[in-house]
T-cell receptor, first 114, second 114 residues
Framework: GAGVSQTPSNKVTEKGKYVELRCDPI?????LYWYRQSLGQGPEFLIY????????DSGLPNDRFFAVRPEGSVSTLKIQRTERGDSAVYLC????????????FGPGTRLTVL | GNSVTQMEGPVTLSEEAFLTINCTYT??????LFWYVQYPGEGLQLLLK?????DKGSNKGFEATYRKETTSFHLEKGSVQVSDSAVYFC?????????????FGQGTILTVHP
């Protein structure tokens, strides 16, 4: 079946602008994760949803970052007042059971803040 | 929380050479351990996993054994191919109250020459 999809694949924006990044998880997966990967580094956790609720948002770097998953499927990561340091690849992953199951990753959105 | 230390790269090998990428972990209990791979221009893919001590995960000729005595999960392949050129990440659940959150190593870049 279809894997995790993310749109857009690339996003270039200017400092101070607002951006939204979308994730479509694998159908039926209840758990959804956002990670951020900077160049030359491993992915770093941002937030985890179980169903519609954020079960763990301890990785969000500050209050400019926010994520929603209103119907328990598609999720949107929102970044306000973007800064150059936000430039990275934003990865989404989903899993069927949550904390103990394998996470399947999407291709990522490469965000560049000029 | 749990953590992982991964062999620094980059690693450059000739085709058909033997590969080892070291990964050691610090964890409470015996969480699942994972190797993910990121091919050029593609998203993270699960390569293999082991869910308990002494388990061996294997896929595409790669193997890793969950060794609790040495807290290691080293990745091995007997004969690498040019197509194995990629970035390899060791990972495990972060543990504690961080349900489902994965902690990744910094990644090891593997380049295989013909």
């Amino acid at each position: 079946g279809a894997g995790v999809s993310q749109t857009p694949s690339n996003k270039v924006t200017e400092k101070g602008k607002y951006v939204e990044l979308r994730c479509d998880p694998i159908s039926g997966h209840t758990a959804l994760y956002w990670y951020r990967q900077s160049l030359g580094q491993g992915p770093e956790f941002l937030i985890y949803f179980q169903g519609t609720g954020a079960a763990d948002d301890s990785g969000l770097p500050n209050d400019r970052f926010f994520a929603v998953r209103p119907e328990g499927s598609v999720s949107t990561l929102k970044i306000q007042r973007t800064e150059r340091g936000d430039s990275a690849v934003y990865l989404c992953a989903s899993s069927s059971l949550g904390s103990t199951d394998t996470q399947y990753f999407g291709p990522g959105t490469r965000l560049t803040v000029l | 929380g749990n953590s992982v230390t991964q062999m620094e790269g980059p690693v450059t090998l000739s085709e058909e050479a033997f590969l080892t990428i070291n990964c050691t972990y610090t964890a409470t209990g015996y969480p699942s351990l994972f190797w993910y791979v990121q091919y050029p221009g593609e998203g993270l893919q699960l390569l293999l996993k082991a869910t308990k001590a002494d388990d061996k995960g294997s896929n595409k000729g790669f193997e890793a054994t969950y060794r609790k005595e040495t807290t290691s999960f080293h990745l091995e392949k007997g004969s690498v191919q040019v197509s194995d050129s990629a970035v390899y990440f060791c990972a495990l659940p972060a543990g504690g109250t961080s349900y489902g959150k994965l902690t990744f190593g910094q990644g090891t870049i593997l380049t295989v020459h013909p």
